[in-house]
């Protein structure tokens, strides 16, 4: 996981605060640099405590498909806190750990929301690069997902944002098998 998308500037400024009081479960065992990973607990991960169980529910049936049919392994993840650490950093270590998309495809995907620091990130594996290109993963979050949450809708935006990685990543890998 090597290069990404980084629109922490413009989400400071859009994305609305959240009052979410969840405490993580944050461990200091990670791959690289020792910045805090939480526990990889299922295909959607959230600890900043946005998600209702039924949209949980409804994300990690459509990432569990997403992986099944195409291949690459799609995890959202929410967190109260980036302890300080910035969120590229706090992203790709948090991807690094949990070890996500094939080992031999690099094809994971991480779109990591912190709601209280009003940032957002999606870290694409470098075997996804050609597929999710940083300007797609921009618009994505750009025109998918900052326009929910600035309205105080993270679940909406999320989903969003969801919905269009699968229909970037699923296109390209369609259009490479054929």
Not at 59 to 70: M, Q, R, V
Request: glycine share 8%; proline share 3%.
């Amino acid at each position: 996981m090597s290069k990404s998308v980084l629109l922490t500037g413009l989400a400071a400024l859009l994305l609305s605060g959240c009052a979410a009081e969840t405490s993580a479960d944050i461990s200091a065992d990670t791959a690289n640099s020792g910045s805090p990973a939480f526990k990889l607990s299922g295909r959607v991960v959230d600890t900043a405590d946005i998600i209702s169980e039924p949209v949980e529910r409804e994300l990690t049936e459509a990432l569990a498909a997403f992986e099944n049919e195409i291949g690459p392994q799609l995890v959202v993840a929410t967190t109260p806190s980036l302890d300080g650490y910035d969120i590229s950093t706090y992203s790709f270590d948090l991807a690094n750990a949990w070890g996500l998309g094939s080992a031999e495809r690099n094809d994971g995907l991480l779109v990591l929301v912190a709601p209280n620091e009003r940032q957002v990130r999606i870290e694409v594996g470098l075997g996804l690069e050609t597929s999710v290109k940083d300007e797609e993963a921009s618009r994505i979050i750009q025109e998918d997902m900052l326009p929910h949450f600035r309205n105080g809708n993270y679940e909406s935006g999320i989903v969003a944002g969801v919905d269009s990685l699968i229909d970037e990543a699923t296109t390209y890998e369609l259009k490479e098998a054929a």
